[in-house]
T-cell receptor, first 112, second 115 residues
Framework: NAGVMQNPRHLVRRRGQEARLRCSPM?????VYWYRQLPEEGLKFMVY????????ESGMPKERFSAEFPKEGPSILRIQQVVRGDSAAYFC??????????FGPGTRLTVL | AQKITQTQPGMFVQEKEAVTLDCTYD???????LFWYKQPSSGEMIFLIY????DQQNATEGRYSLNFQKARKSANLVISASQLGDSAMYFC????????????WGAGTKLIIKP
């Protein structure tokens, strides 16, 4: 049973470009969480999704950030018009219900 | 408001010694879960141990144990017989139902094991 998969592992973008981060949850998991980790800090919750629904996006910046978890395919975190402050590690976690969350390896976004 | 506090930004410990990493939490919800994760330099987040607020006994997983003191709202991680491979960042996290089960994280403790 493969773990949570994230791709790409590293992503470099120039200011103003778009970044698309993908997360494939573990098999049988229908809950997906996205977290952001700034350098030297702990993780900060961004958004919680179930299949085709955003349950809680209280941690998402109001502009430029969006997330989806379609019926088929991975969950996508999309950042439009990236700025240097978006440089961070973005972690996805999945769970079967509301219990233990399993984390992916993260995507490290660098904005030049 | 829910909050996790890790007061030790960094620790140096001699190999084979036991280590205690501090974690205190704040929540008014009677039902919550406490987690410890390890993040090595490679960056992935590795689950170590979990303690539920209603669990009667302290959680243990191999060399890891959680010293859960509910009245003090502390959930310290104890690593017995430390190894060089234990060098990493360690994060304490809390999950509460009122927050839609999102994890709330501490700032982390950087542990360095000296040979």
């Amino acid at each position: 049973n493969a773990g949570v998969m994230q791709n790409p592992r590293h992503l470099v973008r120039r200011r103003g470009q778009e970044a698309r981060l993908r997360c494939s949850p573990m098999k049988g998991h229908s809950h997906v969480y996205w977290y952001r980790q700034l350098p030297e800090e702990g993780l900060k919750f961004m958004v919680y999704l179930q299949k085709e629904n955003i349950i809680d996006e209280s941690g998402m910046p109001k502009e430029r950030f969006s997330a989806e978890f379609p019926k088929e395919g991975p969950s996508i975190l999309r950042i439009q018009q990236v700025v240097r402050g978006d440089s961070a590690a973005y972690f996805c976690a999945s769970s079967r219900n509301t219990n233990e969350q399993f984390f992916g390896p993260g995507t490290r976004l660098t904005v030049l | 408001a829910q909050k996790i506090t890790q007061t030790q930004p960094g620790m140096f410990v001699q190999e084979k010694e036991a280590v205690t990493l501090d974690c205190t939490y704040d929540t008014s919800d009677p039902s919550y879960g406490l987690f410890w994760y390890k993040q090595p330099s490679s960056g992935e987040m590795i689950f170590l141990i979990y303690q539920g607020s209603y669990d009667q006994q302290n959680a243990t997983e191999g060399r890891y144990s959680l010293n859960f003191q509910k009245a003090r709202k502390s959930a310290n991680l104890v690593i017995s017989a430390s190894q060089l491979g234990d060098s990493a960042m360690y994060f304490c996290a809390m999950r509460v139902p009122d927050s839609n089960y999102q994890l709330i994280w501490g700032a982390g403790t950087k542990l360095i094991i000296k040979p």
